[in-house]
Protein backbone atom coordinates (compact mmCIF):
# COMPACT_ATOMS: atom_id res chain seq x y z
CA UNK A 1 0.00 0.00 0.00
CA UNK A 2 1.30 3.23 -1.04
CA UNK A 3 1.49 5.96 1.96
CA UNK A 4 -0.96 8.43 0.61
CA UNK A 5 0.61 12.45 0.93
CA UNK A 6 -0.79 15.68 0.44
CA UNK A 7 1.08 19.03 -0.07
CA UNK A 8 -0.13 22.23 1.81
CA UNK A 9 0.76 25.25 0.60
CA UNK A 10 1.38 25.31 -3.47
CA UNK A 11 4.14 28.21 -3.25
CA UNK A 12 7.86 27.93 -3.80
CA UNK A 13 9.08 25.44 -1.81
CA UNK A 14 6.39 23.41 -2.89
CA UNK A 15 8.03 22.14 -6.21
CA UNK A 16 11.19 20.96 -3.81
CA UNK A 17 8.44 19.01 -1.92
CA UNK A 18 6.48 17.32 -4.88
CA UNK A 19 9.49 16.77 -6.73
CA UNK A 20 11.10 14.92 -3.86
CA UNK A 21 7.89 12.45 -3.39
CA UNK A 22 7.78 11.57 -6.34
CA UNK A 23 11.03 10.38 -6.24
CA UNK A 24 10.41 8.26 -3.08
CA UNK A 25 9.49 4.91 -4.06
CA UNK A 26 5.82 3.70 -2.17
CA UNK A 27 4.69 7.29 -1.71
CA UNK A 28 1.24 8.55 -4.01
CA UNK A 29 1.20 12.81 -3.67
CA UNK A 30 -2.72 12.27 -3.76
CA UNK A 31 -3.55 16.22 -3.69
CA UNK A 32 -2.74 19.59 -3.12
CA UNK A 33 -4.46 22.62 -1.13
CA UNK A 34 -3.94 26.63 -1.28
CA UNK A 35 -6.35 29.09 -0.40
CA UNK A 36 -5.45 30.50 -4.04
CA UNK A 37 -7.10 27.98 -5.64
CA UNK A 38 -6.02 29.12 -9.25
CA UNK A 39 -2.30 28.63 -7.50
CA UNK A 40 -3.07 25.25 -6.19
CA UNK A 41 -4.46 23.98 -9.69
CA UNK A 42 -1.97 24.98 -11.70
CA UNK A 43 0.83 23.43 -9.39
CA UNK A 44 -1.15 20.34 -9.19
CA UNK A 45 -1.04 20.42 -13.09
CA UNK A 46 2.23 21.09 -13.21
CA UNK A 47 3.50 18.52 -11.12
CA UNK A 48 0.73 15.48 -12.43
CA UNK A 49 -0.96 15.72 -8.85
CA UNK A 50 -4.75 14.84 -9.61
CA UNK A 51 -6.32 16.95 -6.78
CA UNK A 52 -5.92 20.47 -5.98
CA UNK A 53 -8.13 21.71 -3.15
CA UNK A 54 -8.98 25.60 -1.20
CA UNK A 55 -8.35 24.90 1.87
CA UNK A 56 -6.54 22.04 4.62
CA UNK A 57 -9.86 20.75 5.49
CA UNK A 58 -11.19 19.33 1.87
CA UNK A 59 -7.32 18.15 1.76
CA UNK A 60 -7.53 16.25 4.71
CA UNK A 61 -10.95 14.64 3.12
CA UNK A 62 -9.03 12.95 0.82
CA UNK A 63 -7.65 9.86 3.36
CA UNK A 64 -3.88 11.08 3.56
CA UNK A 65 -1.54 9.26 5.54
CA UNK A 66 1.15 12.54 5.80
CA UNK A 67 0.93 15.73 4.34
CA UNK A 68 4.33 18.30 4.14
CA UNK A 69 3.88 21.58 5.15
CA UNK A 70 4.72 24.82 2.76
CA UNK A 71 2.84 27.59 4.00
CA UNK A 72 4.63 30.74 5.67
CA UNK A 73 5.76 30.35 9.02
CA UNK A 74 2.83 31.77 11.54
CA UNK A 75 0.63 29.23 9.57
CA UNK A 76 2.79 26.32 10.55
CA UNK A 77 0.93 25.42 13.75
CA UNK A 78 -2.35 25.47 12.69
CA UNK A 79 -2.03 23.30 10.07
CA UNK A 80 0.37 21.05 12.18
CA UNK A 81 -1.88 20.76 15.12
CA UNK A 82 -5.15 19.78 13.09
CA UNK A 83 -2.82 16.85 11.12
CA UNK A 84 -2.30 15.80 14.42
CA UNK A 85 -6.00 15.78 15.66
CA UNK A 86 -6.69 14.08 11.98
CA UNK A 87 -4.05 11.23 12.93
CA UNK A 88 -2.43 12.24 10.11
CA UNK A 89 2.10 12.28 9.85
CA UNK A 90 3.60 15.70 9.06
CA UNK A 91 6.57 17.02 7.55
CA UNK A 92 6.64 20.92 8.05
CA UNK A 93 8.82 23.52 6.74
CA UNK A 94 11.25 25.50 8.78
CA UNK A 95 11.47 26.90 10.71
CA UNK A 96 8.77 24.81 12.94
CA UNK A 97 7.08 27.85 14.15
CA UNK A 98 7.01 32.07 15.28
CA UNK A 99 7.22 31.56 18.86
CA UNK A 100 8.54 28.98 21.40
CA UNK A 101 4.83 28.49 23.10
CA UNK A 102 3.39 27.61 19.49
CA UNK A 103 6.30 25.08 18.70
CA UNK A 104 5.81 23.49 22.60
CA UNK A 105 2.30 23.40 21.19
CA UNK A 106 2.92 21.41 18.01
CA UNK A 107 5.60 18.82 19.42
CA UNK A 108 2.80 18.18 22.46
CA UNK A 109 -0.06 17.86 19.83
CA UNK A 110 2.27 15.08 18.03
CA UNK A 111 3.55 13.12 20.98
CA UNK A 112 -0.02 13.36 22.15
CA UNK A 113 -1.25 11.60 18.32
CA UNK A 114 1.18 9.34 18.10
CA UNK A 115 2.13 10.58 14.68
CA UNK A 116 5.71 11.17 13.33
CA UNK A 117 6.29 15.13 12.91
CA UNK A 118 9.70 16.05 11.18
CA UNK A 119 10.68 19.11 10.71
CA UNK A 120 13.28 20.32 6.90
CA UNK A 121 16.18 21.24 7.58
CA UNK A 122 17.30 19.37 4.76
CA UNK A 123 21.17 20.99 4.85
CA UNK A 124 22.12 18.17 7.23
CA UNK A 125 22.01 15.90 4.90
CA UNK A 126 25.12 17.30 3.02
CA UNK A 127 27.61 14.53 3.48
CA UNK A 128 30.00 17.72 4.89
CA UNK A 129 27.93 18.39 7.50
CA UNK A 130 27.61 14.63 8.25
CA UNK A 131 30.93 14.43 7.97
CA UNK A 132 31.14 17.30 11.08
CA UNK A 133 28.68 15.36 13.27
CA UNK A 134 30.18 11.55 12.55
CA UNK A 135 33.90 13.56 14.04
CA UNK A 136 32.16 14.90 16.82
CA UNK A 137 30.64 11.92 17.67
CA UNK A 138 34.01 9.57 17.26
CA UNK A 139 35.92 11.93 18.93
CA UNK A 140 38.02 13.09 16.33
CA UNK A 141 36.91 16.42 17.09
CA UNK A 142 35.69 16.22 20.12
CA UNK A 143 33.52 18.26 22.60
CA UNK A 144 33.14 21.34 20.24
CA UNK A 145 34.03 24.13 22.38
CA UNK A 146 33.77 27.19 19.35
CA UNK A 147 31.65 27.65 16.91
CA UNK A 148 30.51 30.18 14.41
CA UNK A 149 27.43 30.39 11.95
CA UNK A 150 27.95 32.74 9.17
CA UNK A 151 25.05 33.92 6.99
CA UNK A 152 26.20 36.43 4.70
CA UNK A 153 23.69 36.86 1.74
CA UNK A 154 22.04 39.25 -1.10
CA UNK A 155 18.13 39.59 -0.99
CA UNK A 156 17.43 42.26 -3.61
CA UNK A 157 14.35 43.99 -2.70
CA UNK A 158 11.83 42.52 -5.13
CA UNK A 159 12.35 39.50 -2.69
CA UNK A 160 10.54 41.46 0.20
CA UNK A 161 7.88 42.79 -2.30
CA UNK A 162 7.07 40.05 -4.13
CA UNK A 163 5.25 37.91 -0.95
CA UNK A 164 3.29 40.47 1.09
CA UNK A 165 4.00 38.18 4.38
CA UNK A 166 7.71 38.35 4.44
CA UNK A 167 9.34 41.28 6.46
CA UNK A 168 6.52 41.91 8.64
CA UNK A 169 6.35 40.40 12.50
CA UNK A 170 2.93 39.70 12.21
CA UNK A 171 2.93 37.34 9.01
CA UNK A 172 6.63 36.37 9.09
CA UNK A 173 7.90 36.23 12.42
CA UNK A 174 11.18 37.92 11.96
CA UNK A 175 13.62 38.59 9.36
CA UNK A 176 16.73 37.03 8.41
CA UNK A 177 17.34 34.88 11.25
CA UNK A 178 13.81 33.87 11.58
CA UNK A 179 13.81 32.71 7.95
CA UNK A 180 17.31 32.18 6.51
CA UNK A 181 20.01 32.03 9.43
CA UNK A 182 17.68 29.30 11.24
CA UNK A 183 19.27 26.58 8.84
CA UNK A 184 22.53 27.64 10.10
CA UNK A 185 21.48 27.97 13.53
CA UNK A 186 20.25 24.61 13.75
CA UNK A 187 23.03 23.17 12.35
CA UNK A 188 25.30 24.92 14.85
CA UNK A 189 23.45 23.35 17.30
CA UNK A 190 22.98 19.96 16.00
CA UNK A 191 27.16 19.97 16.37
CA UNK A 192 27.75 22.07 19.56
CA UNK A 193 24.74 20.41 22.09
CA UNK A 194 22.30 21.89 24.00
CA UNK A 195 22.23 26.14 24.11
CA UNK A 196 21.26 27.41 27.32
CA UNK A 197 21.79 31.65 27.33
CA UNK A 198 21.64 33.57 24.25
CA UNK A 199 22.15 37.10 23.69
CA UNK A 200 22.32 39.59 20.48
CA UNK A 201 21.35 42.03 18.57
CA UNK A 202 19.03 42.62 15.54
CA UNK A 203 19.46 45.91 13.33
CA UNK A 204 17.37 46.60 9.95
CA UNK A 205 20.32 48.54 7.88
CA UNK A 206 19.44 47.73 4.61
CA UNK A 207 15.81 46.91 3.55
CA UNK A 208 14.13 48.92 5.79
CA UNK A 209 11.92 50.83 2.87
CA UNK A 210 10.76 47.50 2.81
CA UNK A 211 10.29 45.22 5.84
CA UNK A 212 9.93 46.36 9.65
CA UNK A 213 11.41 43.02 10.66
CA UNK A 214 15.70 42.55 10.92
CA UNK A 215 17.77 42.18 7.64
CA UNK A 216 20.83 41.73 10.22
CA UNK A 217 21.94 40.37 13.37
CA UNK A 218 24.64 39.35 15.84
CA UNK A 219 24.54 36.82 18.77
CA UNK A 220 26.32 34.83 21.14
CA UNK A 221 25.21 31.76 22.37
CA UNK A 222 26.52 29.67 25.21
CA UNK A 223 25.96 25.84 25.57
CA UNK A 224 25.19 23.48 27.99
CA UNK A 225 28.85 21.62 27.41
CA UNK A 226 30.27 25.33 28.18
CA UNK A 227 31.31 25.44 24.37
CA UNK A 228 30.60 29.30 22.94
CA UNK A 229 29.30 30.35 19.63
CA UNK A 230 28.63 33.28 17.40
CA UNK A 231 26.33 33.94 14.92
CA UNK A 232 26.19 36.26 12.01
CA UNK A 233 23.63 37.09 9.70
CA UNK A 234 22.56 39.21 7.05
CA UNK A 235 20.62 39.67 3.75
CA UNK A 236 22.09 43.22 3.11
CA UNK A 237 25.07 41.97 1.17
CA UNK A 238 26.05 43.27 -2.14
CA UNK A 239 27.58 40.10 -2.92
CA UNK A 240 26.04 36.97 -1.28
CA UNK A 241 28.61 35.14 -0.25
CA UNK A 242 26.81 32.22 1.27
CA UNK A 243 26.72 31.03 4.31
CA UNK A 244 29.25 28.81 6.32
CA UNK A 245 29.33 27.10 10.01
CA UNK A 246 32.53 26.23 11.57
CA UNK A 247 33.35 24.37 14.91
CA UNK A 248 36.41 24.33 16.82
CA UNK A 249 36.90 21.01 18.90
CA UNK A 250 38.58 19.86 22.44
CA UNK A 251 41.01 18.20 20.08
CA UNK A 252 41.85 21.42 18.37
CA UNK A 253 40.86 19.91 14.84
CA UNK A 254 38.54 22.77 13.43
CA UNK A 255 36.08 22.00 10.77
CA UNK A 256 33.60 24.07 8.51
CA UNK A 257 30.59 23.25 5.96
CA UNK A 258 30.62 26.10 3.26
CA UNK A 259 27.63 26.95 1.30
CA UNK A 260 28.71 28.92 -1.78
CA UNK A 261 27.25 30.32 -4.01
CA UNK A 262 23.81 29.92 -1.56
CA UNK A 263 21.84 26.71 -2.75
CA UNK A 264 24.56 24.59 -3.57
CA UNK A 265 25.70 21.58 -1.89
CA UNK A 266 27.99 22.29 1.81
CA UNK A 267 31.73 21.63 1.06
CA UNK A 268 33.87 21.09 3.92
CA UNK A 269 36.37 24.23 3.45
CA UNK A 270 38.88 23.71 6.54
CA UNK A 271 39.13 20.10 7.39
CA UNK A 272 42.14 20.14 9.99
CA UNK A 273 41.11 17.03 11.52
CA UNK A 274 43.64 15.07 13.86
CA UNK A 275 45.80 12.68 10.78
CA UNK A 276 43.79 14.31 7.76
CA UNK A 277 43.77 17.90 6.86
CA UNK A 278 42.32 19.60 3.75
CA UNK A 279 41.52 23.04 2.65
CA UNK A 280 39.16 24.28 -0.04
CA UNK A 281 39.62 28.23 -1.91
CA UNK A 282 35.43 28.18 -3.61
CA UNK A 283 35.75 31.97 -3.82
CA UNK A 284 36.71 33.00 -6.93
CA UNK A 285 35.41 36.17 -9.10
CA UNK A 286 34.07 34.36 -12.35
CA UNK A 287 31.23 32.46 -9.60
CA UNK A 288 27.88 34.23 -9.80
CA UNK A 289 26.65 34.75 -6.30
CA UNK A 290 23.83 36.46 -6.38
CA UNK A 291 21.45 33.66 -7.51
CA UNK A 292 17.70 34.59 -7.67
CA UNK A 293 15.88 32.78 -4.65
CA UNK A 294 14.03 30.24 -6.98
CA UNK A 295 17.82 29.03 -8.04
CA UNK A 296 18.45 28.54 -4.20
CA UNK A 297 15.85 26.67 -3.74
CA UNK A 298 16.35 24.70 -6.82
CA UNK A 299 20.28 24.04 -5.74
CA UNK A 300 18.82 22.22 -2.25
CA UNK A 301 16.54 20.10 -4.21
CA UNK A 302 18.27 16.30 -3.89
CA UNK A 303 18.14 17.25 -0.25
CA UNK A 304 14.72 17.74 0.20
CA UNK A 305 14.46 14.20 -1.59
CA UNK A 306 16.75 12.78 0.81
CA UNK A 307 14.80 13.99 3.98
CA UNK A 308 11.22 13.19 2.52
CA UNK A 309 12.59 9.74 2.05
CA UNK A 310 14.04 9.64 5.45
CA UNK A 311 10.20 11.10 6.64
CA UNK A 312 8.52 8.42 4.72
CA UNK A 313 10.96 5.47 6.06
CA UNK A 314 10.44 6.92 9.34
CA UNK A 315 6.37 6.73 9.08
CA UNK A 316 6.78 3.06 7.78
CA UNK A 317 9.36 1.76 10.59
CA UNK A 318 8.03 4.08 13.30
CA UNK A 319 11.40 5.05 13.80
CA UNK A 320 11.88 9.31 14.60
CA UNK A 321 12.90 10.74 11.63
CA UNK A 322 15.93 12.88 11.44
CA UNK A 323 14.86 16.34 12.57
CA UNK A 324 12.30 15.63 15.15
CA UNK A 325 9.94 18.89 16.09
CA UNK A 326 11.71 19.18 19.42
CA UNK A 327 15.10 19.57 16.98
CA UNK A 328 13.31 22.15 15.82
CA UNK A 329 11.92 23.75 18.95
CA UNK A 330 15.44 24.29 19.82
CA UNK A 331 16.54 26.39 16.74
CA UNK A 332 13.72 28.51 16.94
CA UNK A 333 14.28 29.12 20.78
CA UNK A 334 17.79 30.61 19.91
CA UNK A 335 16.53 32.87 17.04
CA UNK A 336 13.85 34.18 19.42
CA UNK A 337 16.23 34.62 22.28
CA UNK A 338 18.62 36.72 20.43
CA UNK A 339 14.78 39.09 19.86
CA UNK A 340 13.95 38.81 23.42
CA UNK A 341 17.71 39.63 24.03
CA UNK A 342 18.04 42.53 21.71
CA UNK A 343 14.85 44.29 23.34
CA UNK A 344 15.44 44.06 26.54
CA UNK A 345 19.48 44.03 26.94
CA UNK A 346 19.92 41.31 28.62
CA UNK A 347 21.17 37.84 28.26
CA UNK A 348 18.31 35.42 27.78
CA UNK A 349 18.35 31.78 29.55
CA UNK A 350 16.94 29.52 27.53
CA UNK A 351 14.17 26.95 29.04
CA UNK A 352 14.12 23.43 27.94
CA UNK A 353 11.70 21.67 25.83
CA UNK A 354 8.65 20.21 27.19
CA UNK A 355 8.99 16.45 28.83
CA UNK A 356 7.00 14.30 26.26
CA UNK A 357 3.49 13.47 26.77
CA UNK A 358 2.78 10.26 28.19
CA UNK A 359 -0.61 8.97 26.81
CA UNK A 360 -2.24 5.49 27.72
CA UNK A 361 -1.20 4.42 23.63
CA UNK A 362 2.52 5.41 24.33
CA UNK A 363 3.22 4.59 28.21
N1 LIG B 1 13.83 24.37 3.48
C1 LIG B 1 14.13 25.41 2.70
O1 LIG B 1 15.24 25.54 2.19
C2 LIG B 1 13.08 26.44 2.41
C3 LIG B 1 13.23 27.31 1.31
C4 LIG B 1 12.20 28.23 1.07
C5 LIG B 1 11.10 28.31 1.91
N2 LIG B 1 11.03 27.48 2.99
C6 LIG B 1 9.88 27.57 3.93
O2 LIG B 1 8.70 27.17 3.25
C7 LIG B 1 7.60 27.98 3.71
C8 LIG B 1 6.92 28.61 2.48
O3 LIG B 1 7.86 29.45 1.82
P1 LIG B 1 7.67 29.83 0.26
O4 LIG B 1 8.87 30.59 -0.12
O5 LIG B 1 7.26 28.64 -0.53
O6 LIG B 1 6.42 30.85 0.39
P2 LIG B 1 5.36 31.25 -0.73
O7 LIG B 1 4.75 32.54 -0.30
O8 LIG B 1 5.98 31.16 -2.08
O9 LIG B 1 4.25 30.07 -0.60
C9 LIG B 1 3.41 29.91 0.51
C10 LIG B 1 2.08 29.35 0.02
O10 LIG B 1 1.28 28.98 1.14
C11 LIG B 1 -0.06 29.33 0.85
N3 LIG B 1 -0.85 29.39 2.07
C12 LIG B 1 -1.02 30.40 2.95
N4 LIG B 1 -1.89 30.04 3.93
C13 LIG B 1 -2.25 28.76 3.68
C14 LIG B 1 -3.14 27.85 4.32
N5 LIG B 1 -3.79 28.15 5.44
N6 LIG B 1 -3.28 26.61 3.77
C15 LIG B 1 -2.63 26.27 2.64
N7 LIG B 1 -1.80 27.10 1.99
C16 LIG B 1 -1.60 28.33 2.51
C17 LIG B 1 0.07 30.66 0.13
O11 LIG B 1 -1.12 30.99 -0.59
C18 LIG B 1 1.26 30.38 -0.79
O12 LIG B 1 0.88 29.81 -2.01
C19 LIG B 1 8.15 29.00 4.70
O13 LIG B 1 7.93 28.55 6.03
C20 LIG B 1 9.64 29.01 4.40
O14 LIG B 1 10.45 29.27 5.53
C21 LIG B 1 11.97 26.54 3.23
Redesign the pocket.
Known amino acids: MALRIGI???????GNHARALQQVPGVEVVGC????LE?ARTFAAAHGITRAVGS?AELFTLGLDACTV????P??EE?VVAAAQAGIHVLC???IAVDVAAADRMVEAADRAGITFGV?F?RRFWPAARRIRDAIDDGRIGVPVLGEASVILHRPSSYYSA?A?RGRWDTDGGGVLM?QAVHQIDMLQWFMGEAVQVSGFIRTHTHGEHIETEDSASAVVSFASGGTATVTATTGANHNLGNRVTVLGQTGAVASVLEFPEGQEGVNEIWTVPGDTEFRAPFTSDVRANLDVTEV?AG?ADFHTLQVQDFADAVLTGRAPAVTGRDARASLAIVAAVYESSRTGRVVDLTPAPAPVTTKENA
Open positions: VGCGKIACDPDRVCTPHVHVEKPLQDWTNL
